[in-house]
């Protein structure tokens, strides 16, 4: 399948009318409610809002882990939902890189090897060693999960994600079981990345004071993307404390 972006084509994900609803029971649950969204090239949304709110579930949509109940998602014009998962599965090692708020690092396996498991499957890889000096961690390369903070090990998790050269980051709470000093240092890894590859970048957060990072701001609630902002000037990660 050709994924090859049009060049005057500055939207990179185009979601319209996406519900999701999951049956627990005889109960349905709206995760989504006829959510509208474009992302364009090379820039950084924050998703805010409560849990509950569908964060979570509108960033498994677009990244292809999972399907609407309704609505489409368009990638380069092409439909998520007309995918087979071979080919889903090809849009997310070669499209998105995804990380979540536990590291789901190998113990076993060094920081550079867990890199290495995702550039050996991709097909226009950096070197590991690369991915992880963008995070601030060429001189972590040996060492274990064990022996890392869980700033680090989560900085491992970033430089993961994006050694396959991703066009989309999308990133879930990844900050949300570190303290505010260790949190700080993984959204300047982020910041970092945006800036140096110009990646896409979405930032799932309950946490109010990160949206001052962003380009553009959605807040969620219900289901709903309830309001859009532009924060008048982005605030540098290292600005930010909780």
Known sequence: MDMQAPAASRTTRRARGLTKVY?????????????????????????LGPSGSGKSTLLNILGGLDTCSSGSVLFRDQPLGAMDERMLT?????HVGFVF????LIPSLT???NVALVTEIAT????PAEALALVGL?????????QLSGGEQQRVAIARAIAKRPDILLCDEPTGALDSTTGVLVLEAIEHIHAELGTTTVLITHNAV?????????????GRIQEERRPPRRIRARELSW
Do not use: C, K, T
């Open 23 to 47: 049956a627990s029971g005889e109960v349905e649950v709206h995760a989504l409610r006829g959510v509208d969204l474009e992302l364009a090239h090379g820039e950084l949304v924050v998703l």
């Open 90 to 94: 090809a849009y997310r090692r070669r």
């Open 101 to 104: 708020q536990f590291y789901n």
């Open 111 to 113: 920081a550079l090897e």
């Open 124 to 127: 226009n890889p950096m070197a």
């Open 138 to 146: 060429a001189a972590r390369l040996g060492h274990f999960p064990a």
């Open 210 to 222: 990160i949206a001052g990072m962003a380009d553009r701001v959605l807040v969620m609630a219900d």
